[in-house]
T-cell receptor, first 106, second 113 residues
Framework: AQRVTQPEKLLSVFKGAPVELKCNYS??????LFWYVQYSRQRLQLLLR??SRESIKGFTADLNKGETSFHLKKPFAQEEDSAMYYC????????FGAGTTVTVRA | NAGVTQTPKFQVLKTGQSMTLQCAQD?????MYWYRQDPGMGLRLIYY???????DKGEVPNGYNVSRLNKREFSLRLESAAPSQTSVYFC????????????FGEGSWLTVV
């Protein structure tokens, strides 16, 4: 079945350290993928989308068709990056990934 | 600028009771969704409505029903609540079911005792 998977439920990093959140997808073709973020006491919101190829809040994500991955990266994590992150497929008839909770420690 | 509004925000139900979660969006979106969020399970799609007048099952539809009342409103009904339905429920909407940004409501915390 077509789906996205996030293998890490929890990720803890120190402030200033790099952070990488993994996302793999299981369908062929040229998917559009998204990363959504949920900060404490806020709604889920779009962080970035593959097709825009932009950097949002210092985060980037590259689609790797060979590895079928769309990992989210930031070179220097900040405390305000602590949140729940979801990888999402471009087909919203599918569920999101299981989510990764990121904690950035001072 | 309300976006997606869902009610109620908190609800406690007894096993076997029924209730309806209401959702409305003011962005003239065609597609609407209901998700549940559980620890370790992520955001799972319950039902979706690709356009007004249509509804379809998502990954976890059992125990739920939905109604797309009009283009703005999409309700989720629990006919006979069970403790396994204790969760946070999110309504969302987007212009279409693919390739667009999806906008979420604030969530509804439901506890079934």
């Amino acid at each position: 079945a077509q789906r996205v998977t996030q293998p890490e439920k929890l990720l803890s990093v120190f402030k200033g350290a790099p952070v990488e959140l993994k996302c793999n997808y299981s369908y062929s073709g040229s998917p559009e993928l998204f990363w959504y973020v949920q900060y404490s006491r806020q709604r889920l919101q779009l962080l970035l989308r593959h097709i825009s190829r932009e950097s949002i809040k210092g985060f980037t994500a590259d689609l790797n068709k060979g590895e079928t991955s769309f990992h989210l990266k930031k070179p220097f994590a900040q405390e305000e990056d602590s949140a729940m992150y979801y990888c999402a497929p471009d087909d919203y008839k599918l569920s999101f990934g299981a989510g990764t909770t990121v904690t950035v420690r001072a | 600028n309300a976006g997606v509004t869902q009610t109620p925000k908190f609800q406690v139900l007894k096993t076997g009771q029924s209730m309806t979660l209401q959702c409305a969006q003011d962005m003239n979106h065609n597609s609407m969704y209901w998700y549940r969020q559980d620890p370790g399970m992520g955001l799972r799609l319950i039902y979706y409505s690709a356009s007004e007048g249509t509804t379809d099952k998502g990954e976890v539809p059992n125990g739920y029903n939905v109604s797309r009342l009009n283009k703005r409103e999409f309700s989720l009904r629990l006919e006979s609540a069970a403790p396994s339905q204790t969760s946070v429920y999110f309504c969302a909407s987007s212009e279409a079911t693919g390739g667009n940004t999806i906008y979420f409501g604030e969530g509804s915390w439901l506890t079934v005792v």
